[in-house]
């Protein structure tokens, strides 16, 4: 029986965004759950999450700036071990979906590892295979919890469905399970990256490109550096008053934060991103990963307008290194640069524990530590 002009309800979809299935948690967190429906607004879904394998369910709250449903969650008082949260949405149909997740809480050891590097596939050369099987030899030697953070331009040349298909997912998509993007220039030879946004999903953020999530006791904020597309990186416009606001609430130690275009390069700087790098000073950020420049390159610490500042600096590391090409040096280097080099393929290891951080930049073929060091969470 067909009923002319009556819509079909459609369920509501609902999945986690922090934590990840298998992710290992500590501390305090916020659980954060991205839903749609097809016929309501996110703001108008009743999301509940379960903590302690569907006993019993809170209510979330609806964040207007993520338009995401968050939850508190402290694990201090828990056994180290499997827990199981299940996320459930009800629509104003009554229409319910709901899913599970498994993670594992330690609070003993609450170091992480992410591995990253940007400026990735091209179906015509094999060094973005080469950087996707050194990732997988380090996460398989390492007992860590592992992010992989792709940091933009990762299918080239235009960030297309087919790239996506063909050229990234038989090499970094491997890891796509444990990844946390960043978009690119080259995603928007695509109109509106749409290529880059149907292949991560909600994961990416696809209403703006931006978005916060938070490994031990590291807050991590992913930023959209490609300014004219959302309307400028000003101090005014949206994605900068969002990540002051979110810095401002911020509880954490530790802060890091990662985009395509780098501030300071050997080439022009982007001063567009001087609001990105004023947020990050102006409340004691620790650490900017950015590709974009095909070559790896740390900084010394300095402040948002270049200066060294030994005491309350950020470091810089351009990890453009995943496959593409590497750059000539088109001038010289900046001042704060201490280590340019455009020879290696190679992928970027970072340790992030409770005060601090230690990173490698580990080359291809042999996976050898090139460059390495250390720092404290201001």
Known sequence: LYLIGQAIAEDPNVAFFNPRQGGVVSGEITVEVTVNDPQDPAIDLDVEVSTDGGATFDQASFNAGTLRHTLPWDTTAMTNGSAMLIARVTDTDLNVSSVPITVTVNNTDATHMIITAGDIAHCDNTNDADTANLIGQIIAGTSLPVTVVPL???????????????????????HKAITMPVVGN?????????????????????????????????????????????????????????????????????????????????????????????????????????????????????????????????????????????HTFPGDTHPNQEVVDNTKYGVVVIELSADGYDWQFRRVGDGAVVYSGSGTCH
């Open 152 to 174: 933009g331009d990762l299918a080239y040349e235009a960030g297309t469905d087919e790239e996506f298909a063909n050229c990234y997912d038989p090499t970094w998509g491997q």
């Open 186 to 326: 080259h995603e928007y030879n695509t109109p509106n990256a749409q290529g880059y946004y149907d292949y991560f999903g909600a994961v990416a953020a696809p209403s703006n490109g931006w978005y916060r999530y938070e490994l031990g006791d590291w807050e991590i904020y992913a930023l959209n550096s490609n300014c004219g597309p959302i309307g400028g990186c000003g101090p005014a416009t949206p994605q900068v008053e969002w990540l002051r606001s979110e810095l401002a609430a911020s509880t954490n130690v530790c802060t890091l934060a990662f985009h395509h275009h780098p501030r300071f390069t050997t080439q022009t700087p982007f001063n567009n991103l001087a609001e990105f790098w004023k947020a990050m000073y102006d409340f004691g950020g620790d650490l900017i990963l950015s590709a974009h420049a095909h070559y790896y390159a740390h900084s010394s610490l300095q402040d948002w307008e270049g200066n060294l500042d030994p005491v309350m600096g950020i470091r810089q590391i351009i990890a453009g290194t995943g496959g593409r090409s590497l």
